[in-house]
Each structure stands twice: as structure tokens, then as C-alpha cells.
């Protein structure tokens, strides 16, 4: 059985940052890609950013690429998301997931994800 732990998630005002992690048990971690992912309150979740088993390739989306840095340290099963010059837009419950296939690419697609959090809540007040 697969867990996935997310924490980090707070309120912060416009400008502010935040670190959030993911902590993985249950399977070979090193092996899987990772993603982000968010969904905010009447909207449908949507891909945030995503690192290979390796850590050495990552896509981000359009929204969030040159403020977000996603990393992961195999070592500790981690995965985290460092988000920096938060908007009030990227108010959303932030979940990580894990592929399905070891060795696979990082994909936006939600259904390449097999597991999930069970997310952590961020809030930005502008």
C-alpha cells in the first residue's frame, strides 16, 4: 500500500513563500516520477509540477514556472515544492502523487497517477 503525506500548507500573505513536502511509503520511490498537483474551490484539479525518478527533469506549468522549484531527495522518500511570490491565485489544496510506471515520464495528465495525498491547504491573502 502506497502513502503519500503532504505538509507544509499554511496562510501567507502575497509576496510570502512556502515549502511544501510529500512523504512516501510503500513502494520504490526512486524508481516512479512525481507531480504536484492543485485544486481550488470550484475548479477542476489542475497540474502544477512534476520531477522524473531521477530528479534530473522537470515541467512546470505556465502559471507557476519561475516561481515554483519542485525537488525530491530519493535518500528520504521526499518530493517538495518550494513556492516562492505567491498570488492569491494560487490559493488551492496542493496534493502530490506518484506514477504509475517505473521509469516513466513526467506527465500533466491526473490519470498517470496512480496514488494520492490527501493534500494540504494553502491559502494567500492579498
Known amino acids: 500500500q502506497v502513502q503519500l503525506v503532504e505538509s507544509g500548507g499554511g496562510l501567507v500573505q502575497a509576496g510570502d513563500s512556502l515549502r511544501l513536502s510529500c512523504a512516501a511509503s510503500?513502494?520504490?520511490?526512486?524508481?516512479?516520477?512525481m507531480g504536484w498537483f492543485r485544486q481550488a474551490p470550484g475548479k477542476e484539479r489542475e497540474f502544477v509540477a512534476g520531477?522524473?525518478?531521477?530528479?534530473?527533469?522537470?515541467v512546470y506549468s505556465d502559471s507557476v514556472k519561475g516561481r515554483f522549484t519542485i525537488s525530491r531527495d530519493n535518500a528520504k522518500n521526499m518530493v517538495y515544492l518550494q513556492m516562492n511570490s505567491l498570488k492569491s491565485e494560487d490559493t488551492a489544496v496542493y496534493y502530490c502523487?506518484?506514477?504509475?510506471?517505473?521509469?516513466?515520464?513526467?506527465?500533466?495528465?491526473?490519470?498517470?497517477?496512480?496514488?494520492w495525498g490527501q493534500g494540504t491547504q494553502v491559502t494567500v491573502s492579498s
Open positions: 502523487a506518484i506514477g504509475s510506471k517505473p521509469f516513466g515520464s513526467i506527465s500533466r495528465e491526473i490519470s498517470v497517477y496512480n496514488y
Open positions: 510503500g513502494r520504490t520511490f526512486s524508481t516512479y516520477a
Open positions: 520531477i522524473d525518478w531521477g530528479g534530473s527533469s522537470t
